[in-house]
């Protein structure tokens, strides 16, 4: 067994492009990847040795062994069916095509590390659609053996890769905030890495189980399919289908038998049209709503939510188990606001107290033991001391240590946006107004976790009955503080957790944690306040510029119904315009069928009764 499983490392051919690139390169990228996390300087305790990237010393301790890769401890635990490394539990694993770029690096020599700053920029060879299916392909192989090609699905950087002007450094950054999404989407304690299938990373692969994901559904959620009844579709509603707008397929291609015989076997294999997603559009497309609610399968009131963190809210306000701070004025707001801290099962949960304005029960320092619905089915004990508020912010931490949010109406129920009378973003972050957008406008705030609090204007301002009650839930500012500090600790612990083997490289390896970019708002933004022009929308299409500029020129579906004329002269269209599905197909899918690119996947959903 341990024979076979070398032959085929040893046998796998370098791609044409790899051969030609520096392979301290990509050896240093395959080992940032797959080893840093546990073997850098920050890895974890289990890791034994934290110089994976130091030449030196690894040659020093005979984990490399120059020029004799059968010799290096670092290549034998890779090839070792027994005891592999990474671990088995570990299901970002690195791929043949990595492991040979280690086995060709170790035997030319284990020449040392340049840092990445200081190494000359590489020009990248394009991936073609061909190499995407195939790799892919490969995987699922692989993976039918083991009964598991159902549960794989894959994200792809292809286009971006193929686009000389983002660079190598915004390529880690796709990768950082495609980890980042998915961990945020996910109720599983431990951390998923999607695992690159190719050197180059753009074409990652992630097992549904490891976000649980296999459960409910949330592949068919992401591409708004649903099974057929009967081989049937169901009507369209009058609404905008949620869909993947990119959704093609290739087991038609006239042009490339190849590709077709590829595209039918993947399919096949993971038992779906849409195996692969393009990561830009996720990382923006799921963290907003409805995908970022029906994802992490939050539920329509925040009651539900509360019992599934066992968090009892009224309770703990009776027994004086939660902590509280009300001020006049914050960052989001320009009225009164309330937070107040809980104990959960993951660690903390906080919830906000938003108000429309700032007269009769929204007035904190006469009503700060609201909110005057925490009893329904009772009296509430202060009704006379009672605030009526008209939304509110949930932040809790998942199993993970990441952090997952909620926005609520007065009466608790779920909201896609928070009103801008009550509170604004002023950023504008998912490029849609001034509105405060569950998921990722939250995400862009709370980049370190929670914010630091505006002094407490609640607590000395109540006197007699109920002014033990009130110092009670409004702790000094400094004991807030420390909880502050405790719960950013642990949010921004998990962020690193995450980030680290994409953005710790180089210059940015000793960087404080606080020094990096929200990286999900950091991508997604950009993505959604962006446009389409005719370079773009090539990469998108897998042309050349020239190429679809003449298209343009001479057919008028293209240049005329589908409104693409504006491209062809210089012009952008609106992201939301290009991946718009309001008319079943997106334009993208449409000017694909017209260059004969691909075959538009049919969305299909359920109509609820």
């Known amino acids: 067994m341990r024979s076979l499983a070398v032959c085929l490392v040893l046998a796998l051919p370098l791609a044409a492009h790899a051969q030609d690139d520096d392979l301290g390169v990509q050896a240093r990228k395959a080992l940032e990847t797959h080893c840093y996390r546990c073997h850098g300087k920050d890895g974890s305790s289990k890791g034994r040795f934290g110089y994976v990237l130091d030449v030196k010393k690894m040659a020093e301790s005979k984990k490399i062994v120059a020029k004799k890769a059968a010799e290096s401890r670092i290549y034998a635990r890779l090839i070792d069916p027994d005891d592999p490394m990474p671990p088995e539990d570990v299901k970002a694993r690195p791929s043949r095509a990595e492991i040979e770029i280690i086995r060709k690096w170790i035997e030319a020599g284990a020449t040392d590390f340049a840092e990445p700053d200081d190494l000359p920029e590489i020009k990248r060879k394009p991936v073609t659609l061909r190499e995407t299916f195939q790799l892919m392909h490969d995987h699922l192989l692989a993976a039918e053996q083991t009964d598991s090609a159902k549960y794989q699905r894959f994200f792809t950087l292809t286009h971006l890769h193929n686009n000389p002007k983002v660079t190598d450094p915004q390529m880690r950054l796709y990768r950082a905030g495609l980890a980042k999404i998915l961990n945020s989407l996910s109720w599983r304690k431990a951390i998923v890495y999607p695992t690159p299938l190719d050197v180059q990373g753009t074409i990652l692969a992630i097992d549904l189980r490891d976000l649980d994901w296999d459960l409910n559904g949330n592949w068919l959620k992401v591409i708004g399919a649903a099974p057929d009844i009967k081989g049937k579709l169901p009507p369209l509603t009058v609404e905008p289908h949620k869909g993947y707008p990119y959704a093609l397929t ?113 007035v904190l320092v006469r009503f700060p033991l609201g909110p005057l619905n925490l009893f329904p089915a009772t009296r509430h004990p202060y009704q006379d001391q009672a605030f009526v508020h008209d939304g509110g912010e949930m932040i809790w931490a998942l199993p993970n240590g990441l952090h997952a949010y909620m926005l609520t109406n007065g009466n608790g129920k779920r909201i896609d946006s928070g009103p801008a009378e009550v509170v604004r973003d002023e950023k504008e972050t998912a490029g849609r107004g001034p509105a405060i957008f569950n998921g990722l406008s939250c995400m862009a705030c709370h980049k370190h976790g929670m914010i630091e609090l505006p002094r407490d204007d609640i607590r000395g301002a109540l006197q007699g009955k109920v002014r033990d009650k009130v110092r009670r839930l409004y702790p000094e500012k400094k004991f807030m503080d420390r909880l502050l500090e405790d719960d950013e600790r642990d949010y921004l612990t998990a962020v690193d957790r995450v980030i680290a083997p994409y953005l710790r490289v180089g210059a940015d390896k000793k960087k404080d944690i606080k020094q990096f970019p929200e990286v999900v708002s950091a991508l997604a933004t950009p993505y959604l306040k962006g446009g389409v022009d005719l370079d773009q929308a090539a990469l998108e299409l897998g042309l ?66």
């Not at 907003?288 to 009651?303: A, Q, S």
């Not at 701070?325 to 107040?340: D, H, P, T, Y």
């Open 250 to 362: 290739h087991e038609r291609n006239p042009d490339d038998a190849k590709l077709n015989a590829l595209a039918k076997q993947v399919y096949r294999l993971a038992g779906t049209e849409v195996p692969a997603l393009r990561a830009d559009w996720f990382i923006a497309a799921a963290s907003l709503p409805p995908l970022y609610h029906e994802l992490l399968n939050l539920p329509e009131y925040v009651g539900d939510l509360e019992q599934q963190l066992k968090v009892n809210v009224a309770y703990n306000f009776l027994r004086d188990k939660l902590v509280r701070a009300g001020f006049g004025k914050s960052n989001v707001s320009s009225q009164n606001r309330l937070v107040e801290r809980h104990d959960a099962t993951f660690g903390m949960y906080w919830k906000s107290y938003d108000f429309k304005g700032d007269d009769g029960r929204a």
């Open 544 to 609: 050349e510029p020239a190429e679809l500029k003449a298209a343009i020129k001479v057919n008028g579906t293209l240049r005329d119904l589908l409104g693409l004329r504006v491209l062809s002269s210089g012009g952008q269209l609106k992201r939301q315009t290009w991946e718009s599905v309001r008319e079943v197909y997106s334009p993208f899918q449409d000017a694909a069928v017209e260059l004969q690119l691909g075959t538009p996947v049919r969305l299909r959903r359920l109509l609820a009764d």
